[in-house]
């Protein structure tokens, strides 16, 4: 069965960098994302990328601080975080689809059959 396995997570100072990886196992997908839920805050997207093509997406929230990438030799899909902020704490969550998300349903979670356990990501002085 197909696993997205998350790592890179962890506690950084506000303005500091973080890498979040995400691997899958078992399967190929064509879609990827980022989502990220705060305590007490809704699941929220973060950046998205296709496969095929490289295309990306992005929160108005991280546009500019954050990119989404992916490495075909090493099939996995980075999220750099660059500037963070204390309001970039979360647990961030991989998702992904075999298939190719529409551009109109891309942030939208209910699109990605599989997803990560999660990483928890820490901004703080």
């Known amino acids: 069965q197909a696993q997205l396995v998350e790592s890179g997570g962890g506690v950084v100072q506000p303005g500091g960098s973080l890498r979040l990886s995400c691997s899958p196992s078992g399967h190929t997908f064509l879609s990827y994302a980022w989502f990220r839920q705060a305590p007490g805050k809704e699941r929220e997207f973060v950046s998205g990328i296709r496969w095929n093509g490289g295309t990306t997406y992005y929160a108005d929230s991280v546009k500019g601080r954050f990119t989404i990438s992916r490495d075909k030799v090493e099939n996995a899909v980075y999220l750099q975080m660059t500037s963070l902020k204390i309001e970039d704490t979360a647990v961030y969550f991989c998702?992904?689809?075999?298939?190719?998300?529409?551009?109109?349903?891309?942030?939208?979670?209910?699109?990605?059959?599989?997803r990560g356990q999660g990483t928890q990501v820490t901004v703080s002085s």
């Open positions: 998702a992904a689809r075999g298939s190719q998300v529409i551009t109109s349903a891309v942030r939208s979670w209910e699109m990605y059959s599989y």
